[in-house]
Antibody, heavy 122, light 108 residues
């Protein structure tokens, strides 16, 4: 079945880096744009970034632009989020989610992973 | 950026009742590019509605979406026990994508 499994979360000090991964299965990963969406403890959803199906287009929220980088390896069916210069306010559950096939801009998310928790703390 | 304001913050209803959730956009959302999600505690969100009124695969027909200008509505015709959750709207007409703050539907 269609599945997304995030990994790489953990506890990290402010200013440090972390890389999240999202392993996809059950669908043709290389055909779909992919998102990262986060949710701070007790808060609502915040969109973080999108990468197009072929990696040629990337979009970011202003809150992470210049610090986070979204990427993908279609040969490994894996999505990544490199997070640098982490701040306390980056603490959240990070979800990867699937967008539409062959899209080059963000739409909506029809499949979600269970999330991985990132805690930024000194 | 488009700001989405959801109301009410909490809706207290009984099973079998009708739920009406509102999402108001700060500006026009092009091409009815609005989605609704359901999230239960400890779970990932689930897509319910896209294109303002199209149900996602496997979503029961008691869930429906509508729009009037910059006002969007999610209606649950008769609440089932599994429908008590938090609901979010999301616009995808303009980047950055934005979500509303959520409406919690709780058992009265």
């Amino acid at each position: 079945q269609v599945q997304l499994v995030e990994s790489g979360g953990g506890v990290v000090q402010p200013g440090r880096s972390l890389r999240l991964s999202c392993a996809a299965s059950g669908f043709t990963f290389s055909s779909y744009a992919m998102h990262w969406v986060r949710q701070a403890p007790g808060k609502g959803l915040e969109w973080v970034a999108l990468i197009s199906y072929d990696g040629s287009n990337k979009y970011y929220a202003d809150s992470v632009k210049g610090r986070f980088t979204i990427s993908r390896d279609n040969s490994k069916n894996t999505l990544y989020l490199q997070m640098n210069s982490l701040r306390l306010e980056d603490t959240a559950v990070y979800y990867c989610a699937r967008d539409l096939p062959y899209s080059n801009r963000p739409y909506y998310m029809d499949v979600w992973g269970k999330g991985t928790t990132v805690s930024v703390s000194s | 950026e488009i700001v989405l304001t959801q109301s009410p913050g909490t809706l207290s209803l009984s099973p079998g009742e009708r739920a009406t959730l509102s999402c108001r956009a700060s500006q026009s959302v092009s091409s009815s590019y609005l989605a609704w999600y359901q999230q239960k505690p400890g779970q990932a969100p689930r897509l319910l509605i896209y294109g303002a009124s199209s149900r996602a695969t496997g979503i029961p027909d008691r869930f429906s979406g509508s729009e009037f200008g910059t006002d969007f509505t999610l209606t649950i015709s008769r609440l089932e026990p599994e429908d008590f959750a938090v609901y979010y709207c999301q616009q995808y007409g303009i980047s950055p994508l934005t979500f509303g703050g959520g409406t919690k539907v709780e058992i009265k």
